[in-house]
Each structure stands twice: as structure tokens, then as C-alpha cells.
């Protein structure tokens, strides 16, 4: 079973990710990769690749964010094409086992690139309601992390910046849950994944369905 998850950073990819991969899930985490391509402009972060990716981008009123906004896009575009050909190199067998945890910004990448994630991959929504998005803000503003705006911020006069992203976040985040919808073969809700009960094996559950009805 080939499984991609999508959603917004801080929505629960890596953790569920990190399960499957203790299942015995072959992991493709697109940030670590991402940041390993990026590492030689990562500095700080405790380490973090995460917050180290978060702070080399910053935020979209900084100096410059434009252009590392298109060189990040352009980094994670070749990470998941690597790793698209390397799964349509090799067969889909029962015992082939594989989670890519992707970024939150995967909708951006070329159409092309995503139709064929869709052929060799199960991708799995993991969605947040609407009260989660002042937390996901606050998140992101205390504890920077890559998030690509693609146009979606702007700065009304005297705003702070701090403002104009507590304004801008939530039409953020429902631009991308409608391409995540889109996207999405299966969507899992929030109160579904992130309750105590709900395990690996049930996400591997409703992927499974999915491909019984297919």
C-alpha cells in the first residue's frame, strides 16, 4: 500500500507518518528532503529542520520572501518528482509499503506532477475544522514554519505585520482545504484522526476502502 498524506503544517502528517513508518512503512518525509537540499542556507533552529526551513523563508512582508518562496516551491517540486519516478520504477506489490509525508504546500506543484502522485499513491486528507485555525495562526507566528502564501497576503495600511497575517491566515487556509478536497482520494476528519482511539491501522482501514471501491 502507497499512501500520500496532505494538510495543512502542524495537522498531524509527520505523526502519522511516523506511525505507519513503525508499521513498517518505508517514510518519505518531502520537509527533511526538502532541507536537506536546502541545508547549506539552514542555520538556528535548535537543529529543527522545521523551524530552521521556517525561519530561512520567513514570512511573506519580509525582504526577499518572494524569491525564496519560488526556490523553495522549485526544491520541493524536484524532491516529490524524485520520488514519484522512484515508485514508478518499481512494481505495486502487497508487501510494498510506502507514507510520503508532504508538505503542506504540494497543492502548488505542477498538475502533472500531482496526477501522477494520484496513480501511484492513496493521498489521505487530514483535515482541520474552522476553530483550529486561530490556533494553527498562532502556531505559526510563535514557532515559524515553510508555509508558501501564493499570493494570499497582503498588508492594508497600518497594519503590522503580525495583524495582516492573523487577517490573511484563515483565507490561507480555506484556499487550500478546497485544493486539498480536490486532491484527496480520502479525507479523514479532525475529530476522526485526532481522537484517542483512532490508529494506524484504521488510517491503512480507510485506505483500504477506498481502493475496494475503486
Not at 37 to 45: P, T, V
Not at 54 to 63: A, I, M, N, R, V
Not at 76 to 104: C, F, K, M, Q, Y
Request: with cysteine.
Amino acid at each position: 500500500m502507497r499512501l500520500t498524506l496532505i494538510g495543512m503544517s502542524g495537522t498531524g502528517k509527520s505523526v502519522w507518518s511516523g506511525r505507519l513508518a513503525e508499521c513498517g512503512f518505508t517514510h518519505y518525509s518531502c520537509d527533511r528532503l526538502i532541507a536537506d537540499r536546502l541545508a547549506g542556507q539552514l542555520q538556528g533552529g535548535n537543529g529543527c529542520h522545521m523551524i530552521q526551513l521556517g525561519e530561512w523563508l520567513g514570512f511573506p512582508f519580509d525582504p526577499g520572501y518572494e524569491a525564496r518562496e519560488a526556490e523553495y516551491l522549485a526544491t520541493e517540486t524536484a524532491v516529490l518528482t524524485e520520488v514519484v519516478e522512484r515508485l514508478e520504477r518499481t512494481s505495486h506489490s502487497p508487501d510494498d509499503h510506502v507514507v510520503i509525508d508532504s508538505t503542506g504546500s504540494v497543492i502548488y506543484v505542477d498538475r502533472t506532477l500531482l496526477a501522477r502522485l494520484r496513480q501511484c499513491t492513496t493521498i489521505i486528507y487530514l483535515s482541520v475544522p474552522i476553530e483550529f485555525q486561530e490556533a494553527l495562526c498562532r502556531q505559526y507566528v510563535s514557532s515559524p514554519r515553510p508555509v508558501l502564501w501564493r499570493g494570499m497576503f497582503n498588508r492594508r495600511p497600518g497594519e503590522t505585520g503580525p495583524q495582516a497575517l492573523a487577517r490573511c491566515y484563515p483565507h490561507l487556509l480555506a484556499s487550500r482545504q478546497k485544493r486539498y478536497e480536490q486532491l484527496a482520494d480520502v479525507t479523514i476528519e479532525h475529530a476522526r484522526h485526532s481522537a484517542s482511539d483512532f490508529s494506524a491501522a484504521r488510517l491503512i482501514e480507510a485506505a483500504r476502502a477506498h481502493r475496494q471501491q475503486g
